[in-house]
Structure formats: C-alpha cells, structure tokens
C-alpha cells in the first residue's frame, strides 16, 4: 500500500475515533438517565427502550472499534 493510501485510511481512523468519543459520551448520558430512573418507572416500555438504546450504542461502539483494528491490520 503506497503512503496516500496509508494517509486516507490514517484520516478515515481520525474519523472514526471521533465517532467513537461521540457514541461513548451519548452511552454514558444515556446510562446515567437509565440509573437515575424513579423505581416506579423501572418496568416501564421507555426504560426499556432506553436499556435497548443503551445495547445498541455499545454494539456500535465495538464496530467502530472492530473496524479501527481492520484498518490497522491493512496497512501492516
């Protein structure tokens, strides 16, 4: 692989730890609401949308990282 190649999959990795920082924060915001939940609510169809939004973020945040460690392996 030739070095502009290695630089447009370096500004890709920029991207995407970007998107990772941002996917983090929200997971974070969103698990700090789910913890602060009244007892009341905790069996609530919201609460569990929140658990599955939750889910769904730390699976996106894995692909996102799965995909930074594929980058890396390419241009090894």
Known sequence: MNKARRDRLREAMSYLDMASAIVTDIKYCEQDNLDNTPDNLQM???YEKREDCISNLEDAYDGI???I????DAMA
Do not use: K, P, T, V
């Not at 460690?69 to 890396?72: C, G, H």
């Open 65 to 67: 990282s799965s995909a």
């Open 44 to 46: 609530s169809f919201a």
């Open 69 to 72: 460690d594929r980058i890396n």
